[in-house]
């Protein structure tokens, strides 16, 4: 006994609490970054949105006066917000469509890997290319679109992107185009673990069509619904690059969202006003932090099922 | 005999030079150790022009090595803040008026009044206002350029219409060209600044320069009967059709066809836009100019013509040198040989310079030295403080497309200059 107690104690404290400690060992790099790069640039941000500053100059404390400016009724801010709603609902379009798309794909007809391919192929594209792609097809007069909306007789004033009631969505479609891929990939590869016994069970019992579909081949697509639901989202708040190449926030401004005008009164041309960047920005946060605690609790509440 | 004289002299000669150095200072070629420039001079012929600048000078003075680094214009109109604080270089472009004003106001920019109080700097006085904050001045200009309205002389002359003097003229002409089946003016207002043009140029004719520069300052409410005048007279042309549709989907080098293939016959724009109608195939015979006609008989004539700079970092390691090179690029051979036509092909700012004998920069030279009584502005981006620009332009911009919202932008317009300029 007595010679047991005296090896433990020649022993090191990192041999001691092994098990306890190394955990954090592993952490401790990325620990260290994401404070660094992520947690204090959030109280960065909200530090400077206290303050009025050019980014050149000394801060000037002014409370929470830009709090007070963006939510008494600037414009600008009320035009991004509902555009961010705008975008936060109708990109959600891209999970039912990607899982129709899936759907349609999941059978063995020659070459459907092709078709797949086919399918996926906008995803690849970048982001910048699709948005180009799309202010070109939207052009007014030559434009691809507004020839076919001749055809109908709908005449768009300005263009798609140049009608600010049309202009946010056009840019939205534009978005959709490259997610719902996103989508398909995913429910493509939910559907591969699908149970066929499960299937043939439900055919027996006469289900087919909708009802097969809804209560026996979703159930089993939970996951990948989880993930297409969190991509979307992410997605969706990140619209910026779109908006920049398609309208440039434009006409007059009825294209911005929350991200872009943050990056305008920031950093843009004739921007620099890094306090009021910083209050949209700590805004932004706010809104997405409730989707982040959203995620974040159905997540925790999986695995604490699945123990 | 000879010896004797010979070392006297010499000793004289050495000392007369080294006072003369001394006297000199930076002036002579005592110059050493490295000159830190960027420049944003990145398209292909500025580009040559900034190059063979940088190694002209540093042949000029073998002591010293001249490092030039050239960023892309659009790049360094949001790089200028970094560059400036973090390692500045000696020298970097930039614009006049109230362009320059945050680096000022931060201690970026170096006060250069002294050379500006030298004598050779008399001949740059046309544009020493443009360059004076606070009484001093920051910087130096190299070049310059006319803004008015480039037109097709060949559908003007096949319809018999004459370059207009007056508003009425210019109504007048307009109506017989959308007669034509044609559309007046091509305008791309989808980055915005074009519409300022208009709004520059509309508003001096008819409030004169002195209100112009004054509502840039934000002295005079945008609600102001004098400002709805200038949106009245603008909104003449917008009702009649005059300007090409749907032009907040395009870039200004987007709207070019439409002058170039004859869907509309005029174009206000700067003269960096002839070379690209030129090279659309518009010759000299195809395209003219004219400088904006006059609206109110009462005011005199004021003309967008940006400057682009010079200036000297706060931080520069080597002052010397730096000055000498915004003496060496103001010095009028300097400014004749960059501004020609086969270099930048605009015009030179000192009064001692030559110009390029192009037409269009001979007609702007002329324009801008004996019809520009009113003033010179710098354009509405350069003369309004930054973010009431940024909100201004965008108010132009819904005007031209919607000229039926004028009292919300304008009401929006006021209640920004309420909040900038406290």
Redesign the interface.
Known sequence: MGSEAARLERKSWYKRNEIAATPWLFLIPGILFFSIYVILPIFQSFWISLHEW????EKVWVGTANYE?LLGGD?KFEVSFWNNVRWLILYLLAIPAGLFIALFLNQTVRGIRFYKSMFFFPFVLSQVVVGLVFSWFY???DGLFDVIMGWFGVDIK??V??NPNTATYGIIAAGLWPQVAYCMILYLTGLNAVDPEQVEAARLDGAKGWKMLWYVILPQLKPATFIAFVVTIIGALRSFDFIAVM??G????STRVLSFYMF?ES???????MGYGAAIAVVLFLLMLGFILYFLYSMWRDEREAR | MHSIFKAPLAALAASSVSIAAAFAGSHASSLSGELRIISDMSNPAPRAVMEGLAAEFDEMHPDLTVELEIVDREAWKTQIRNALSANPPDVVNWYAANRMLPYVNAGLFMDVSDLWAEPEFEALASTKGAMTIDGKQWGVPYTYYQWGVYYRKDIFEELGLQEPATWDEEVANCQAILDSGRKCYTIGTKFLWTAGGWFDYVNSRTNGYDFHMALARGEVEWTDPRVRQTFDNWRQLIDMGAFIDDHQTYSWQEALPFIVDGEATAYLMGNFAVAAMRDGGLDDSKLDFYQFPVINPDVDYAEDAPTDTFHIASAAQNVDAAKEFLRFVTSADVQTRINSGDALGQLPVNAGSSIGDDKFVQQGFEMLSNNAGGGIMQFFDRDFPAEMASVGMEGLQEFMVFPDNLDDVLARLEDARQRIYQ
């Open positions: 050019d980014g050149l100059g400016r414009r052009l007014p007069n300005g263009g992107l140049g309208t440039n434009g006409p007059f401004g305008e950093l843009s041309e004739f921007g620099f006003r």
